[in-house]
C-alpha cells in the first residue's frame, strides 16, 4: 500500500517532446512538492502546493508546470524537453505541523528522466 | 549557495561499530533539521528529526545531535548494520512567515557498513 506513488519510474524521450509525470498521495496531507535530483546529487525543490494551491515556485523554467486537481495528486508537465532536463524528480507530500514540530516529507520512489 | 552542506560523500564503517554522520548548515533561520534515508532506485525515506529548540533526540539506534552555535548537526548510529548501508541526506526547513514545508537538503552521505 503506496503512500505517495508516482509514475513512470523510467521516461526515456526525445528532445523537445513534451512529457508528463503523475503523483498521488493517500496519507491525506495537505501539501505536495516535486523535487529534482540532479547530475550532483542535490535534492532541490521545484514546486509545492498547499490544497491544490501553488505555495513555492523555485527558479524553474516556464517549461515545467505543476498541475493538482486536487489535493491527492500533484502532476508534473514538462514542454519542450531539453537535453539539462535528464534528472531524478521525486514526488513528496507532507501534513505542515504546528511552531516547534518538524514538517517531514514523504517522498516517492522517482522517476528517472532521460532525455536523448 | 548551498546552505546545506555535508562534506564527507562516503564512509565506511565496520558491523556493530558507531556511524556518525555529520552536517553543517549557514542559515540560522532554520528551525528544525532531519535525516533522510535513500536505497538505490528508491524514494528518500524519513529517518529522524530534531527540533531547533532539542540538542538531542533519539530513536533507536539513531541518534541525531544538534549544535546550533556550530551549526553543526550530526546522526550516530549505534550499533551499525549492514541493512544500514544507503545514502543519507541532511534536510533543514524553516516556519517562516507561512510554514511551506521547504526541505533544503544536502548532497549526501554514502555510508556503507562492512559486515
Known amino acids: 500500500d503506496t503512500a505517495v506513488s508516482q509514475t513512470p519510474k523510467y521516461l526515456v524521450t526525445q528532445m523537445g517532446n513534451d512529457k508528463s509525470i503523475k503523483c498521488e498521495q493517500n496519507l491525506g496531507h495537505d501539501t505536495m512538492y516535486w523535487y529534482k535530483q540532479d547530475s550532483k546529487k542535490f535534492l532541490k525543490i521545484m514546486f509545492s502546493y498547499n490544497n491544490k494551491e501553488l505555495i513555492i515556485n523555485e527558479t524553474v523554467p516556464n517549461r515545467f508546470s505543476p498541475k493538482s486537481p486536487d489535493k491527492a495528486h500533484l502532476n508534473l508537465h514538462i514542454n519542450s524537453l531539453e537535453l539539462g532536463d535528464s534528472a531524478v524528480y521525486f514526488c513528496a507530500s507532507s501534513q505542515r505541523k504546528q511552531v516547534l514540530l518538524s514538517t517531514e516529507a514523504f517522498f516517492g520512489q522517482g522517476t528517472r528522466l532521460t532525455v536523448v | 549557495d548551498q546552505q546545506v552542506k555535508q562534506n564527507s560523500p562516503s564512509l565506511s564503517v565496520q558491523e556493530g561499530r558507531i556511524s556518525i554522520l555529520n552536517c553543517d548548515y549557514t542559515n540560522s533561520m532554520f528551525d528544525y533539521f532531519l535525516w533522510y534515508k535513500k536505497y538505490p532506485a528508491e524514494g528518500p525515506t524519513f529517518l529522524i528529526s530534531?527540533?531547533?529548540?532539542?540538542d538531542k533526540n533519539e530513536d533507536g539506534r539513531f541518534t541525531v545531535f544538534l549544535n546550533k552555535s556550530a551549526k553543526h548537526l550530526s546522526l550516530h548510529i549505534v550499533p551499525s548494520q549492514p541493512g544500514d548501508s544507503a545514502v543519507y541526506f541532511c534536510?533543514?526547513?524553516?516556519?517562516?512567515?507561512?510554514?511551506?514545508?521547504?526541505?533544503?537538503f544536502g548532497q549526501g552521505t554514502t555510508l556503507q557498513v562492512k559486515p
Open positions: 534536510a533543514a526547513g524553516a516556519y517562516g512567515s507561512s510554514n511551506t514545508g521547504k526541505l533544503i
Open positions: 530534531i527540533s531547533s529548540i532539542k
